[in-house]
């Protein structure tokens, strides 16, 4: 019998804390429906202005959907985790810049910068008239309760997943996550419309969000971070036609990323007409930072790709 | 009226001089063929064993077919090289472990290894019975003189391109070079009939290659490092199946995706019977390195992707 659950966003936990009670308990092969809500925690709408993106205030960690316990899982299983289903719970996402975050420092965008996408087609993310980014959706932030005890920050992914940030994640994908507590205590939040590989300024599309799960066991398997398999190709949605590409070498792999967006920046200005900030934008939700090569000796190559097909 | 030049690979040099005297002369619009060597100069037969890696000696720099001088390029200027067509010019492609160099350390690799890879049927590489990589040949180096006086190690990619191993440069694709001398001085070399984005044992699948370029100019832009656009959507030949990936976090992104390969080669060895030695060159050949997040501080993922439509 396949059991389904449902987990509104009514309640949300901001840590990872392995003595946060289970707000459900399932057995291995049941489904959950997750409403999850923004990174932001509703805080934007689509009249929202540059000037609420410092308004906020600090980052008080990613509201999460959970902690859901898997009956049976022990610390050193993996758990299966297939993602069945994720889809906007709203007709709009945001991408923020904020002035000391992100991969370009304050020194490259020193204002706040916000930008509403449409997300009313059900299939884009349209920013303007002219650029309509495929939906991919996943969420960035699927993890399980780690080892140490206390509170535990939700920003940075670590052995227990958390927010990765991961784009191909999306329906279809199966995602292996090592449990480090019984009962793994899985928590999921911080959907994502559409992101490029790198996430560059440190926003997605982001949106409220359902996700819908199906939990499986795996035991005697020796994993020590998170490892996922795809159902089909990758980025099939943005790989319909040309990419435009930057490259920057030297020894620094982050030195290089930020040139590469740079250089893209730039190109997005100047051919496309961009302001810095959109162009900014665009890397993050878009654009896809690859390690073209590692051992050429001192210098190696990231490479940052355009799909073109956004431009209608 | 469409001019085609041919240079053979009788002649190489196996440096970046801007003293050395061009072997073709063209004008902007006329296409060269061009008949590369691979990266070993031919030492390796379909015989070759892996005692040969380290019996061959210390590298003595890529041969490389050129220089290529071009009518009216002036240092500021930027060529665009349409890549028409690259094929291999052998049979046989080979991929080689030399402890020392690539991403994982003697302490992971300290024997030499060779696999030497059947490209007779056209369109795939194939190790053993059960392995088959499709072919997307492009050069590993394509780059112009610099304007430093002297000799240059065509090992690093620099400003001039030269050893970048990107492995979108596939037919179809426009690479766009700055100039940094008068004429440009072109040259080509170390084909690869596949290639993972890193290529991290530090070889691709290695072949005797031709390569066909048409060679243009664009005045007035301004750039500093290689960039190109491709034809179509990248990887088409591997984007047709599930990818497994591993991932790994930390403030490192090269002791990242150092580990992010070891977990690769832990699956490959354990889930597909491969020992280290194969998982390792196929990393090198098939596998992409992807920067997943690069904002979540203090960690930052990197994924490996394997297309696991490789295994016939």
Redesign the interface.
């Known amino acids: 019998m396949t059991i389904t659950h449902h987990l509104d966003r009514s309640t949300v936990h901001r840590e990872w804390n392995n003595a946060l009670p289970p707000r459900l308990t399932i057995d291995p092969g049941d489904t959950v429906i997750f409403d999850t809500r923004d990174a932001a925690d509703g805080y934007y709408a689509p009249s929202s202005t540059h000037a609420d993106v410092l308004a906020r205030g600090p980052f008080r960690g990613h509201p999460l959907t959970g902690p859901v316990s898997i009956k049976g899982a022990r610390r050193g299983d993996v758990l299966t985790i297939e993602i069945l289903d994720v889809k906007p719970a709203a007709a709009f996402g945001w991408t923020a810049i904020r002035p000391g ?3 370009l420092p304050e020194a490259d965008f020193s204002k706040p910068h916000l930008t509403i996408w449409d997300l009313s087609n059900g299939t884009h993310a349209r920013m303007g008239r002219n650029i309509a980014v495929p939906i991919a959706p996943f969420p960035g932030v699927m993890g399980v309760a780690l080892d140490e005890p206390g509170s535990h920050s939700t ?5 227990n997943g958390g ?6 994640l999306t329906a279809g994908t199966t995602l292996f996550l090592p449990a480090w507590v019984d009962g793994a205590l899985f928590s999921v939040g911080d959907a994502h419309a559409a992101q490029g ?6 926003t997605a599309v982001e949106m409220m969000g359902q996700v819908t799960l199906r939990f499986g066991l795996a035991s005697g398997r ?1 994993q ?11 980025a ?1 949605a943005t ?11 030297g020894p620094d ?2 030195a290089s ?1 930020q ?1 590469a967006i740079r ?1 893209m920046i ?2 997005l200005a100047t051919e496309r007409g961009l302001s810095r900030e959109e162009a900014y934008i665009l890397c993050s939700v878009a654009v ?16 940052a ?1 355009l799909p ?1 097909s956004i431009f209608t």
């Open positions: 975050r992100g991969l920003m940075p992914p670590r052995k927010n990765m940030d991961v784009k191909q590989d790198g996430e560059v300024c440190v020796e020590k971070e998170p490892q996922f398999r795809t159902r089909g190709p990758l099939s790989e319909r036609g040309p990419c435009f590409a930057t490259t920057a070498h792999l982050f990323a040139q250089y730039d190109h896809d930072l690859k390690i073209s090569e590692i051992v050429d000796a001192p210098n190696w190559i990231v490479s790709f073109e």
